[in-house]
């Protein structure tokens, strides 16, 4: 069906769940597979590992919220333009900030080499788990620009109703992951170094894809010459800047906890709010979804 015709049809509870339905399934299966995730790690390593994991987040969570922003507000601002039939502009526009995506990618990954130790070595950390944190960190900021692209392309193909495309990536990535952490942690002994690169390699199944699909001209959204228009980036990053508040907010909570726990029960202390943030995460999920499914509606 034509993508022009399904964006005119009136928002009913039906065309709102065609949108919402795959991406409430894709979101609540990623919290999964991120649960899956440390369970191989806490058993297959231990719990020092799992600490070192929740410890790093705050970091992952620094070096995606601009990303976040412009991903969540870019998306926004282009399906605004291409309801006001300006397909043209939206698609340079597209072209743009997935540049700028990359950019920042490439700034944050360098930015997160230079400071991981000063971080790690002023938290007090045992030798072994500061060693953990430091090795995971430095593993997964090596995928930082698929993270980043993922994180782009997820939205994007939901916004040219690609969304049941956008469930499959996340499942085969999710997949993928899970079985790179039995291969690298169980039969190569790669500890958690391998962990990280399963991950790495799970989340850039959907910037692979996304790649492939956005340089096909039949698709609603696709590459073309960029044109830089501060207006675009300026609305994007203001219409973004909730979702990086919350990013950076969570990532502050996660310090805290962390900090918190050291304190006063230690780093076991740690692994115990790491396994309670994964309910919430699987919990929250739904209505992350939901918005993201929606988002693109509405904006059009």
């Known amino acids: 069906m034509d993508q022009q015709t399904v964006y005119s049809k009136p928002v009913t509870l ?11 399934a894709m979101s609540v299966f990623m919290s999964f597979y991120t649960m899956v995730d440390g369970l191989f790690v806490s058993n297959l390593i231990g719990t020092e590992a799992l600490s070192a994991i929740n410890l790093t987040a705050p970091v992952i969570q620094l070096v995606t919220a601009i990303s976040t922003m412009l991903a969540t507000g870019g998306s926004a601002v282009i399906m605004k333009k291409m309801g ?9 526009d597209f072209t743009f900030l997935i540049l700028v995506n990359v950019l920042v990618g490439l700034v944050m990954c360098a930015l997160g080499y230079s400071v991981m130790d000063s971080i790690f070595g002023g938290m007090g950390l045992s030798p072994e788990v500061a060693g953990y944190c430091t090795e995971y960190l430095s593993r997964y900021l090596l995928f930082t620009v698929p993270i980043l692209l993922m994180n782009n392309f ?10 049941t495309l956008s469930l499959v990536c996340s499942v085969s990535g999710g997949v993928l992951n899970m079985a790179l952490d039995y291969v690298f942690i169980a039969l190569l002994d790669m500890g958690i170094g391998g962990a990280a690169v399963a991950t790495g390699m799970g989340y850039s199944v959907t910037a692979v894809v996304g790649m492939f699909v956005f340089c ?30 919350t ?54």
């Open 14 to 24: 039906g065309n709102i769940l065609k949108f919402a339905v795959p991406t409430i």
């Open 84 to 92: 006001e039939n300006k397909p043209k502009e939206a698609r340079e």
């Open 154 to 163: 997820t939205l994007y193909m939901i916004a040219s109703e690609k969304a």
């Open 216 to 245: 096909r001209r039949k698709s609603l959204l696709h590459f073309t010459r960029p044109a830089f228009r501060f207006k675009v980036l300026a609305g994007a990053a203001s219409n973004g800047c909730s979702e990086m508040a």
């Open 247 to 300: 990013a950076l907010v969570t990532g502050i909570i996660t310090m805290m906890f962390n900090w918190t726990m050291l304190r006063y029960v230690g780093e076991d202390g740690v692994a115990a709010v790491t396994i309670i943030m994964y309910v919430l995460m699987f919990a929250s999920s739904l209505y992350t979804g939901y918005s993201y499914g929606v988002a693109p509606m509405l904006s059009y």
